[in-house]
């Protein structure tokens, strides 16, 4: 396929964007084990933008900003707590993750089992209601 990057690290990288963006970075470096790379706070305090690493990938996120860019998207909150998407975590325990997702107040959507096509996970919504699906499954293996 000609027009895919050869030197870069993740050719997919989630955008997100949350009301309360710092509290956010927070919570999912804290839980979920992310890295800030890159923070761009603005004056105010809310996030003008942010990259978030977690091994060889990363997500994007910013503060709700009334933008043509922001009105293109929807909070959880503002849809009945409905998402078009979703990300999933690759884990190498998934039971250590989901023990700081509870302790960091996730609500648990799909408790963590074994799946039938390999490895161990569960799903969950951060405190603004995005759903993450965290698990030890690597499609990559």
Not at 43 to 67: K, P
Not at 73 to 97: E, R
Not at 109 to 116: H, P, T
């Amino acid at each position: 396929m000609s027009g895919i990057p050869k030197n870069t690290r993740a050719t997919i990288i989630p955008c997100m964007r949350y009301r309360d963006a710092p509290a956010a970075i927070e919570w999912l470096c804290s839980t979920f084990g992310f890295e800030r790379q890159l923070v761009v706070p603005n004056e105010d305090g809310t996030i003008a933008h942010a990259q978030l690493s977690y091994g060889n990938g990363m997500i994007m996120l910013g503060s709700i900003f009334d933008t043509e860019f922001g009105r293109l998207m929807k909070q959880p909150g503002d849809i009945g707590k409905a998402v078009t998407q979703s990300a999933y975590l690759v884990v190498n325990d998934a039971d250590k993750v989901y023990g700081r997702a509870l302790e960091a107040g996730a609500q648990i959507v799909l408790e963590i089992k074994d799946e039938d096509y390999g490895g161990r996970g569960f799903t969950c919504r951060d405190p603004e209601g995005h759903i993450w699906s965290i698990g030890t499954y690597d499609p990559w293996q």
